[in-house]
């Protein structure tokens, strides 16, 4: 994979996350996304950008607590740097590099990582229900990688992805094995709190209709200082923040795929009260406004 001519330094974000795609113009991928799906690009700012990496879906027995591994590689020719824009999903990421183990907590924005030289990656996308195994506050991990001790899994997963004796398929399924297995061992399964904050979540992501924390409340059942609690407890952000990560996405991704839409439609589409709202949601968390990313994405790398 070539790199994009870049000098800048990026803020450091987990690879892969969610959304969080390597590449850059002309590479190609499908465009992922939410559910374990293959179709949803949400949260994918610039697709054009992406190259191939490996994703799949945890298998049963831990899809409570992981959404999906990601497995990205990469070799940059010297001088040069993948640089990638991202808005990530709402959740927390274990990575391990052949560095070592990190945490990355929730984002309250959007943000970008530049790849540099060879290198491999491989992530779990947690799940709400998971976290709780991992760290007590993740309101405290925003916007923060936190070293993570797990000596033997990282050995086992940097064996594998070095190892020469294994075709590319099969070194990325052991890979994935061998992180289910960690997973199996060594993450609590979901009390009752943590299958709520998973179908929280659920809610939130696949209903584009939800734009208020009272909607939420009246799905699960429970008050709204209950919703504030389990999504602070679980996810780590406030669940107005997860509820507008999940529509400005979704606004990007039409914008960006449904040319034939005005910005007026496709904010009254997902719950904005105007274009305005829409335009502020934008320029506060990505910094450009819906129509400079319409009409003028090379502009914005």
Sequence with gaps: MQGCEDSRIGVRMPIGVDVTRWGCEGSSTDEGGMMGTQDDGRGILFPARLPTFHREPAPPGIEELVRWFWIPQWDIAPGRVSRQYILPFPASNLVIEEGGISLFGPTTGASHRDLRGKGWAVGALLRPAAIASLHPEPSKLQNLEMPFEAPGLHRDISAVMMS???????????????????????????????????????????????????????????????????????????????????????????????PELTITQVAAALGYADHAHLTADFRRVLGFTPHNYRSNPEELR
């Excluded at 199996?184 to 979540?201: D, F, I, K, T």
């Excluded at 504030?228 to 529509?247: C, D, E, F, N, T």
């Design 164 to 258: 020469g004796k294994w075709s590319d398929e099969e070194r990325l399924s052991e890979a994935v094995a061998t992180y289910t297995a960690w997973v199996v061992e060594n993450l609590s399964p979901p009390n009752e709190a943590g299958r709520m904050a998973n179908e929280m979540e659920e809610f939130i992501a696949s209903d584009r209709g939800v734009v208020r924390i009272e909607q939420v409340a009246r799905h699960l059942g429970i008050s709204v200082r209950a919703v504030q609690r389990l999504a602070r407890r679980h996810i780590g952000l406030s669940p107005l923040v997860v509820i507008r990560r999940y529509r400005l996405q979704e606004a990007a991704q039409r914008l960006r795929n449904e």
